[in-house]
């Protein structure tokens, strides 16, 4: 499978030959719909407390007796139904945190970016430089590709070239660029478009082709 390689200023400089086993298969809606709830679920902090009845101030004297009043029958004011009480089968402190099967993770990732190239909604050029931080060269960039809409910018490492590139998108508000190892398929399907430079997608067919270990980064 061959695809069109771009400069920065959207020209076509050659043509780049593309892994099928992740860029041509059909994609698994049902394991992307799990990786994303997976996501969701791992976002949780799960810091959320409520006290319950053992646990807010309060006498445990019963009000007044049993029989004889006239009114219905109470016990503590801490009772959940009553003002100030506990709070019945209240939500703890606990953790959301779920996983997935490596090949299974693999499998969503390789299917997110196999419907996102179906869709010819992937844009991959030789490289990216910019000469120092510049929201206007970002902008320039994308216009130049005929980008518009929310848009991922995938590198490949943390060098210095790819965080001018980071600091110089920082300000557009449809814009994110993310680590090719970090690649999930949230990102991928909330995004309209993904810029991936060469040496991004050499990162990428390391890690999600044939018998390539997986990173713990997949579980973000």
Same mark, same amino acid.
Request: no cysteine; glycine share 8%.
């Given at each position: 499978m061959q695809a069109t390689l771009l400069n920065q200023q959207g020209e076509q400089v050659g043509m780049i030959e593309l892994n099928d086993y992740i860029f041509g298969i059909e994609p698994n809606v049902s394991v992307m719909h799990q990786y994303v709830l997976m996501q969701a679920s791992n976002a949780r902090l799960g810091t959320h407390n409520t006290r319950g009845r053992g646990e807010v101030k309060g006498s445990s004297r019963k009000l007044y007796r049993q029989k004889g009043t006239g009114r219905s029958r109470q016990g503590r004011v801490r009772a959940p139904h009553r003002m100030g009480?506990?709070? $019945?089968?209240?939500?703890?402190?606990?953790?959301?945190? &779920?996983?997935?099967?490596?090949?299974?993770?693999?499998?969503?990732?390789?299917?997110?970016?196999?419907?996102? /190239?179906? $869709?010819?909604?992937? +844009?991959?050029? @030789?490289?990216?430089?910019?000469?120092?931080?510049?929201?206007?060269?970002?902008?320039?960039? !994308?216009?130049? !590709?005929?980008?518009?809409?929310?848009? !991922?910018? &995938? &590198? @490949?490492?943390?060098?210095?070239?790819?965080?001018?590139?980071?600091?110089? $998108? %920082? %300000?557009?508000?449809?814009?994110?660029? !993310?680590?090719?190892? /970090?690649? %999930?398929?949230? @990102?991928?399907?909330?995004? @309209? +478009?993904?810029?991936?430079?060469? $040496?991004?997608?050499?990162?990428?067919?390391?890690?999600?082709? %044939?018998?390539a270990p997986a990173p713990s980064s997949e579980e973000e």
């Open positions: 009480g506990g709070v $019945a089968h209240g939500p703890h402190p606990r953790s959301y945190r &779920v996983s997935m099967p490596r090949k299974m993770r693999r499998l969503a990732v390789r299917s997110a970016l196999s419907a996102k /190239y179906a $869709a010819q909604q992937i +844009h991959f050029l @030789d490289s990216i430089t910019f000469e120092r931080p510049r929201t206007k060269d970002a902008v320039a960039l !994308l216009a130049a !590709l005929g980008i518009a809409g929310k848009t !991922l910018i &995938v &590198v @490949d490492s943390k060098s210095e070239q790819n965080q001018i590139v980071q600091r110089s $998108a %920082n %300000n557009l508000p449809k814009v994110k660029t !993310l680590l090719a190892s /970090y690649l %999930n398929v949230r @990102d991928l399907l909330h995004h @309209d +478009h993904i810029v991936m430079p060469q $040496a991004a997608l050499g990162v990428i067919e390391g890690i999600l082709g %044939n018998g």
